[in-house]
């Protein structure tokens, strides 16, 4: 996905604005990356004893259960707009 949106983000911007735009890019990665990393450290403190996930394990392991279960959910969400996205410019073009 990265070499995608890079090469994205290069071929759209002018030559003059395609190192500002890299650079803004690289910002974004980096501060998205630092803040996920915060969010998931901090979901791992405080759901530490609740089971959300209803097929993993409980304890120790139930813990990472429910955050991959989470992302699943994320996963799931982003596919529905992704194919909702795709099918409002599809209609578009007909």
């Given at each position: 996905?990265?070499?995608?949106?890079?090469?994205?983000v290069?071929?759209?911007?002018?030559?003059?604005e395609s190192?500002?735009?890299?650079?803004?890019?690289?910002?974004?990665?980096?501060?998205s990356t630092?803040?996920?990393?915060?969010i998931?450290?901090?979901?791992l403190?405080?759901?530490?004893?609740?089971?959300i996930?209803p097929?993993g394990?409980?304890?120790?392991?139930?813990?990472?259960?429910?955050v991959y279960?989470?992302?699943?959910i994320?996963?799931?969400?982003?596919?529905?707009?992704l194919?909702?996205w795709m099918?409002?410019?599809?209609?578009?073009?007909?």
């Amino acid at each position: 996905m990265q070499p995608t949106l890079v090469n994205w983000v290069s071929s759209t911007l002018e030559s003059d604005e395609s190192g500002i735009g890299m650079g803004v890019y690289s910002l974004n990665n980096f501060l998205s990356t630092a803040i996920s990393g915060a969010i998931a450290s901090t979901m791992l403190d405080h759901i530490s004893q609740v089971p959300i996930n209803p097929f993993g394990a409980h304890g120790i392991s139930g813990v990472y259960s429910n955050v991959y279960f989470f992302l699943f959910i994320l996963t799931l969400m982003n596919l529905v707009l992704l194919y909702q996205w795709m099918y409002r410019f599809r209609n578009k073009e007909i």
